[in-house]
């Protein structure tokens, strides 16, 4: 069953987005943290991603180690379809994103720190 993403949903997706994360890839993980797994298809239709975006989605996530892909066999011929699953949950994906923006926060305060020294303001 194609679950569709509710409001709470898509404000996680800004708040990962806002975190760093590109958009498509945000709505990925949320995607497939609802889902036990998922075929490509159904992701464009819940995540309302174009085919190409969810495959780029899929090779940054593959990439980080937080997606794994399986092939499907299919009847007949053509391709095999794909299934993706989170290998991580979707709470420490944000747990891995907010302390890496507030090491960025801290080494900002720092710097911002040192110039109000060099310039005379502290």
């Known amino acids: 069953m194609v679950e569709e993403l509710t409001e709470k949903d898509e404000k996680i997706i800004n708040l990962l987005t806002e975190a760093g994360l590109n958009k498509n890839i945000a709505r990925v ?7 036990e797994e998922a075929i490509s298809r ?5 995540a309302n991603l174009r085919q190409p975006e969810v495959s780029l989605a899929m090779k940054e ?17 053509g391709r095999p379809l794909k299934s993706y699953k989170l290998t991580i949950d979707l709470k420490d ?23 109000e020294k060099l310039v005379g303001l502290k």
């Open 29 to 35: 993980i949320v995607y497939l943290s609802k889902t």
């Open 42 to 46: 159904d992701i464009e239709r819940s």
């Open 61 to 77: 996530l593959k990439e980080l180690g937080w997606v794994k892909e399986r092939e499907l066999k299919k009847k007949g011929k």
């Open 93 to 115: 994906i944000a747990k891995q994103l907010i302390e890496k923006k507030r090491e960025e926060i801290s080494k900002i305060e720092k710097d911002l720190e040192e110039l």
